[in-house]
């Protein structure tokens, strides 16, 4: 239980998965962040999914290490590269994997990461959990457009409501809250940033008018006051000087 990131996505590009194992390295080290590099051989394995009435609908396909012994239809050999990101403390979120592995002509990578915040001593995971969904967004703008990212935590919430549909019918089971996704307004980044610099700029006017309105020698000054000053400052020196 608790809020958890999911992803999944796919490609036939070799190289793009190790442009995007790089980029994660590079960032999570520069972070102070531990990063475990992954390359073992294994297996793909095919668990076939039945219904209540014992047909099978489909199969649930994954990666296992060589020294796993894990049961399924159909059993290929296969091999797995990336990272395990460690995050240490002060976060306590789970460890993020960014790990590929081969099956038939394509590179497969799918996982999730727990952040949910369980104490006041987790409050860090709320910095990480955002870090964590740049971090996925970034690589499905750059290399994987077909990334599917769910955020439990709503922190991501696609801009394209056809998107949004598409991860509601797969990944939300609840009609409830699969309606409100559905429905659900995204955060404009660039809006949240416009009306940031706006409030910025209301507070800082406030705060020159407010100081300037003060008597002299209040102790305040704005960037504004302080120039004001220093020109009266130079205007009574020229004034003195042709005296």
């Known amino acids: 239980m608790g809020v958890t990131i999911h992803y999944e996505g796919r490609t036939k590009d070799f190289d793009k998965v190790k442009k ?17 590099p992954v390359e073992e051989e294994g297996y793909v394995v095919y668990e076939p ?17 060589k020294d796993k012994d894990v049961w399924g239809e159909i059993k290929k050999p296969s091999k ?4 395990i990101v460690k995050l240490p403390p002060p976060y306590y979120t789970e ?14 990578w799918k996982g999730f990461t727990k952040t949910q915040v369980f104490s006041e001593k987790e409050l860090p995971n709320l910095t990480a959990h955002q870090i964590l969904v740049s971090m996925l967004l970034t690589i499905k703008k750059t290399w994987l457009p077909d990334l599917d990212i769910v955020d439990e935590g709503d922190y991501y ?12 019918e797969k990944e939300i089971s609840s009609p409830e809250y699969r ?3 559905i ?21 800082n006017a406030l705060v020159s008018a407010l100081a300037e309105s003060l008597p002299p020698g209040f102790g305040i000054e704005t960037p504004g006051f302080k ?4 020109k009266k400052d130079e205007k009574s020196k020229n004034s003195e000087k042709k005296k």
């Open 179 to 181: 309606e409100k996704f």
């Open 95 to 108: 460890n993020f994997k960014v790990t590929f592995y081969k099956d038939e002509d394509e590179w497969v």
């Open 49 to 65: 999914i039945v219904n209540v009435w014992g047909k099978r609908v489909g199969y649930f396909i994954d990666f296992y290490p």
């Open 20 to 36: 995007i194992i790089e980029y994660v390295t590079f960032t999570a080290k520069n972070l102070g962040w531990e990063v475990i």
């Open 227 to 230: 120039l004001k000053k220093e």
């Open 157 to 168: 919430v696609p801009l394209c409501k056809e998107e949004r549909i598409k991860i509601a």
């Open 80 to 83: 797995r590269i990336g990272v």
């Open 183 to 203: 429905n659900m307004e995204p955060f404009n980044f660039e809006r949240l940033v416009e009306n940031h610099i706006g409030t910025l700029r209301y507070i």
